[in-house]
């Protein structure tokens, strides 16, 4: 079975600064897909970005942009310039074939 | 508006006493999926369905059921429900599965509690 792993279950950054949540994860597959979802305290999930496993360039949007490691199964999330709005539990998600794993989550504090 | 429903939004029940959460989607995707988030555990899928009739157990399908008759629906049935499956429940649907990175679309969660 597949594992996603957030080694990290609270950060914190500054306004304005850059953080970096890690993600590790393991698969037999060559093709899959993954994910980082953003959970505000509403509860409502919202997906951050995405990256297909079979692109080397790694997916930016906007502020969000990942370093994907195919070879060491990582997928790391950045966000620069955080804001407060930011401030939420980041989910990194593995897909494949309809399956889809989740991690256990980071707590993300930005200090104002 | 695109949207991913579920009801009801919020249930307090007995064990034992079966019930069904409903859920539905009016964005015609074909992926839909059953979830239960519970503290420091982060998401773990229960069921999930690919298309019509088509469905498959998630990592954490036992005391649960699932039908796809239609499309749109995707209701969520425990027959027997326990305290441990006190949780908080997600529906979603994406366009596809497997042959993309479709964004998977939630719905707003169940809050359960069985006593």
């Known amino acids: 079975a597949q594992t996603v792993t957030q080694s990290q279950p609270e950060m914190s950054v500054q306004e304005a600064e850059t953080v970096t949540l890690s993600c590790t994860y393991d698969?037999?597959?060559?093709?899959?897909?993954l994910f980082w979802y953003k959970q505000p305290p509403s509860r409502q999930m919202i997906l951050v970005i995405r990256?297909?496993?079979?692109?080397?360039q790694n997916a930016t949007e906007n502020r969000f942009s990942v370093n994907f490691q195919k070879a060491a199964k990582s997928f790391s999330l950045k966000i620069s310039d955080s804001q407060l709005g930011d401030a939420a539990m980041y989910f990194c998600?593995?897909?494949?074939?309809?399956?889809?794993?989740f991690g256990d989550g980071t707590t993300l504090t930005v200090k104002p | 508006e695109a949207q991913v429903t579920q009801n009801p939004r919020y249930l307090i029940t007995v064990t034992g006493k079966k019930l069904t959460v409903t859920c539905s989607q009016n964005?015609?995707?074909?992926?839909m999926s059953w979830y239960r988030q519970d503290p420091g555990l982060g998401l773990r899928q229960i069921y999930y369905?690919?298309?019509?009739?088509?469905?498959d157990k998630g990592d954490v399908p036992e005391g649960y059921k699932v039908s796809r008759k239609e499309k749109r629906n995707f209701p969520l049935i425990l027959e027997s429900p326990s305290p441990n499956q006190t949780s908080l429940y997600f529906c979603?649907?994406?366009?596809?599965?497997?042959?993309?990175?479709?964004?998977?679309?939630f719905g707003p969660g169940t809050r359960l509690t069985v006593t």
């Open positions: 979603a649907s994406s366009l596809s599965a497997g042959d993309g990175p479709y964004e998977q679309y």
């Open positions: 698969t037999s597959e060559s093709d899959y897909y």
């Open positions: 990256q297909e496993a079979y692109k080397q």
């Open positions: 998600a593995y897909s494949y074939a309809g399956k889809s794993t």
């Open positions: 964005m015609n995707h074909e992926y």
């Open positions: 369905s690919m298309n019509v009739e088509v469905t």
